[in-house]
């Protein structure tokens, strides 16, 4: 008779991995395998990948999920392979194809003329195969139910697009773009300026805001570890927003900050704060024009 599986018993895991998202699950299963492993009481991941994508996935747990939508907002870089000769209902490698085409005999001044138009601010139209929401459906469901609805055109910017290599049917690629930016419209326009058809067949995203990928800080990796092994890779809760000006607290006006009252506080400039007393760490909060400084978020450590 098989025994009960023993159920995991969670712990307060306050901190930031920077996780190596392996190849074929989402982002949300690494999410919870990342939980799982430290037993984490609480997570979640700040800007999703594909399963046909690897890489960079800060993972948020504990305290750090207050200031992930500051990672979501974030430039991100990517190292890309683009297929030509066809396209496919999710313009990747996991979709079915729909057209194929002829390719061109490729040159790297006719890749660079097809690159030109798509650097700098431009106007992308999200994929089908997306998360965005129609009356509150996910895109991604109503294309597999064989549904397609018209979607704006937004703006994003690609602050690099750098040709790295070809092959007569394949383009490398480095792309370093605003948030919102999808790589595989971006592959998708690249192959309608060539005439042959694109899509992504890999992605691989190195970069999130100031946050670079280790490429040995995979899941197993982090199981290999002991418990305090794996608690002292944690980067601080504040980390996604380190660069932000600093504020520190007298015994008492913690106390208030704390609580949510606002402090009085001199020589500080009218924005977004963290807020310490001495090493510890208190939360982010907004000093106004009356050098009050609200408390914004308050974390429990």
Same mark, same amino acid.
């Given at each position: 008779m098989n025994q009960p599986r023993q159920k995991i018993q969670r712990r307060p895991v306050n901190g930031i991995i920077l996780l190596n998202k392996p190849l074929g699950i989402s982002s949300n299963a690494a999410l919870q395998k990342v939980r799982w492993i430290f037993r984490a009481e609480k997570g979640?991941?700040?800007?999703?990948? /594909?399963?046909?994508?690897?890489?960079l996935l800060p993972i948020c747990l504990g305290e750090a999920t207050k200031f992930s939508h500051y990672l979501l907002d974030a430039d991100k870089t990517y190292q890309t392979t683009i297929q030509l000769g066809a396209t496919t209902t999710t313009a990747d490698a996991e979709g079915e194809v729909v057209e194929e085409f002829a390719i061109p005999a490729l040159s790297e001044a006719l890749i660079e003329q097809a690159l030109s138009g798509l650097r700098g601010?431009?106007?992308?139209?999200?994929?089908?195969?997306?998360?965005?929401?129609?009356?509150?459906?996910?895109?991604?469901? &109503?294309?597999?139910?064989?549904?397609?609805?018209?979607?704006?055109?937004r703006p994003v910017t690609i602050y690099q697009l750098e040709l790295?290599?070809?092959?007569?049917?394949?383009? /490398? &690629?480095?792309?370093r773009c605003s948030k919102g930016t999808y790589i595989r419209t971006l592959a998708e326009d690249i192959g309608k300026a060539l005439g042959s058809g694109a899509y992504v067949k890999t992605l691989h995203r190195t970069q999130t805001g100031h946050f670079e990928l280790d490429e040995s800080m995979t899941i197993e990796y982090l199981e290999s570890l002991t418990e305090q092994q794996r608690d002292a890779l944690l980067l601080p809760v504040y980390e996604s927003i380190r660069d932000f000006p600093r504020v520190q607290l007298d015994h008492g006006e913690d106390f208030y900050f704390c609580r949510g009252q606002a402090v009085m506080i001199d020589s500080m400039p009218v924005g977004e704060a963290l807020v310490f007393a001495h090493e510890r760490f208190l939360g982010l909060?907004?000093?106004? /024009?009356?050098?009050?400084l609200q408390p914004k978020r308050v974390v429990n450590l």
């Open positions: 979640g991941h700040t800007g999703a990948l /594909d399963p046909l994508a690897t890489g601010n431009i106007m992308q139209v999200p994929p089908m195969y997306s998360a965005l929401k129609k009356d509150g459906r996910p895109l991604y469901e &109503l294309a597999r139910a064989g549904i397609e609805i018209e979607r704006p055109a790295q290599g070809f092959t007569e049917n394949t383009i /490398d &690629l480095k792309v909060g907004v000093v106004n /024009d009356e050098r009050q």
